[in-house]
């Protein structure tokens, strides 16, 4: 489909900036609004690149319903892109509260002020929306842990394990519902471990970059051999833009870049590029430590994207070894500059 006035909700964070980066420079016709809380994760510098007067940002809560409804009024929205969520992992176990209400009670909202935006009635749009499309923003995270073999598939039974997975599972049952019972023109994509630039500190590879530069520790949880399927960031953007483009009505879809790494392996490919372009008096990777394992940390994730691949014609430009080295160049600038 092809929007005329978009919302992205949670577009000051890592993933949503990045893409409205790239979108916007891709389709400067079509007005877009972004609407972020700005939370600790959101930053408005991760935006500064952007020139356009069809771009508009909003500071606000998609769990203020009014708001929402006013801005569909306002910008006659038919096409919303869903980005916003908590997401780290140890903040849900610290305090599950904020992800209930942001992923589960926020999702509800957005999805149903479109709906009644869009829709008169279950499968019967109103005049000039009936192309007019939901895209939700997921993870791999709900489909739970993987032992050494296997993959994520869309058919792989939801079984997550932590407050923020959990919260996740239910805001895509939430968009499920709404296709299967109102006919709601939705989509899903669920990603696996995304990096790059923009990405925020308290993640893995910017924590490592900047523990190592500054010479402090880097700790890794465990043992280091949780494994996670990682994708570029630009990657996901040129995903999601596909499916949202192209998907079929009420499907989900998998992102992932084939790029199973372990954490010993993440961690020892940053200080050995960091050894080359910025050596210190020793190798990085002396400052590697271990630290106790996350509650409840799952061993492994790994995505089939055969599905978007295949039927879509989307496939990852990036491998990790390529990814990382554009993301430590990313990184080392950004931190120079503070």
């Known amino acids: 489909m092809k929007s005329k006035s978009l919302l992205v909700s949670g577009g000051a964070g890592f993933i949503g900036a990045n893409f409205i980066e790239y979108f916007i420079e891709k389709h400067k016709e079509i007005k877009l609004v972004n609407v972020d809380k700005l939370t600790y994760a959101g930053d408005l510098n991760n935006l500064n690149g952007i020139h356009n007067s069809n771009y508009t940002f909003i500071e606000g809560d998609i769990c203020n319903r009014k708001l929402l409804h006013d801005l569909f009024t306002e910008h006659q929205f038919d096409g919303v892109i869903h980005f916003a969520a908590e997401s780290h992992v140890d903040n849900s176990i610290k305090s599950p509260g904020a992800f209930i209400e942001t992923n589960i ?11 009644n935006f869009w829709m008169d009635a279950p499968n019967q749009y109103k005049n000039g929306f009936e192309h007019a499309r939901f895209h939700h923003i997921s993870t791999d995270e709900v489909y739970g842990t993987l032992g050494e073999t296997g993959l994520f598939t869309e058919k792989t039974p939801y079984a997550p394990n932590s407050p923020y997975s959990a919260s996740k599972a239910s805001s895509d049952f ?15 994509t669920n990603c696996s471990n995304n990096y790059g ?20 520790q880097i700790p890794i949880y465990g043992n280091g051999l949780n494994v996670r399927d990682w994708l570029y960031v630009l990657d996901h953007c040129k995903g999601i833009e596909t499916v949202f483009s ?8 998998n992102i992932g870049g084939k790029n199973e790494r372990n954490n010993l392996y993440i961690v020892n490919t940053i200080c050995s590029i960091l050894d080359n372009v910025l050596p210190g008096k ?18 492994r994730y790994a995505i089939d994207a055969s599905k978007i691949e295949t039927e879509l014609g989307w496939k990852a430009d990036e491998n990790f070894e390529t990814g990382i080295k554009k993301t430590v160049t990313w990184y080392l600038n950004k931190y120079k500059k503070q």
Do not use: C, W
């Not at 630039?197 to 970059?209: R, W, Y």
């Not at 192209?246 to 879809?253: D, I, L, P, S």
């Open 197 to 216: 630039p923009k990405q925020h500190n308290e993640k893995l590879i910017p924590t490592i970059i900047k523990k190592a530069i500054s010479g402090e």
């Open 282 to 299: 020793e190798p990085y990777n002396k400052q590697i430590s271990f630290v106790d394992d996350r509650a409840g940390h799952d061993f």
């Open 174 to 188: 939430i968009v499920r519902s709404y296709f299967h019972t109102y006919g709601m023109n939705v989509v899903t």
């Open 246 to 253: 192209k998907g079929k009505t009420g499907e989900t879809y």
């Open 105 to 115: 009670t926020g999702t509800f909202n957005l999805i149903d002020v479109a709906r």
